[in-house]
Nanobody, 120 residues
Framework: QVQLVESGGGLVQAGGSLRLSCAASDNIFSIMVMGWYRQAPGNQRELVATVSSGGSTNYADSVKGRFTISRDNTKKLLYLQMNSLKPDDTAVYYC??????????????WGHGTQVTVSS
């Protein structure tokens, strides 16, 4: 069982920045496609960004140009650098590992989430 633990959330003013981290407990991290998701009150959980084991990235349109996802496989850490934050970015942010580098999707590892609140 892989454990994922997020940190780095908090309260920030609009236009500010935060850096989220996600620590994984197992070396399987290095072969997993890792993702950041978020869920705002009353909304469904949505994908924010993903990064492959080799570093290829994808972003939701709403965060392109403002957020950067990255990973350190040797340290088993996932990051999300969030700049130019907007009140609409307010949500609980989760890291997740749902598929491996070969596309197998029989995984369902989630962290417990970290709250990000952006004030206007």
């Amino acid at each position: 069982q892989v454990q994922l633990v997020e940190s780095g959330g908090g309260l920030v003013q609009a236009g500010g920045s935060l850096r989220l981290s996600c620590a994984a407990s197992d070396n399987i991290f290095s072969i997993m496609v890792m993702g950041w998701y978020r869920q705002a009150p009353g909304n469904q959980r949505e994908l924010v960004a993903t990064v492959s084991s080799g570093g290829s990235t994808n972003y939701a349109d709403s965060v392109k140009g403002r957020f950067t996802i990255s990973r350190d496989n040797t340290k088993k850490l996932l990051y999300l650098q969030m700049n130019s934050l907007k009140p609409d970015d307010t949500a609980v942010y989760y890291c997740a590992a749902l598929r491996d580098r070969w596309g197998n999707s029989g995984y369902n590892y989630w962290g417990h989430g970290t709250q990000v609140t952006v004030s206007s």
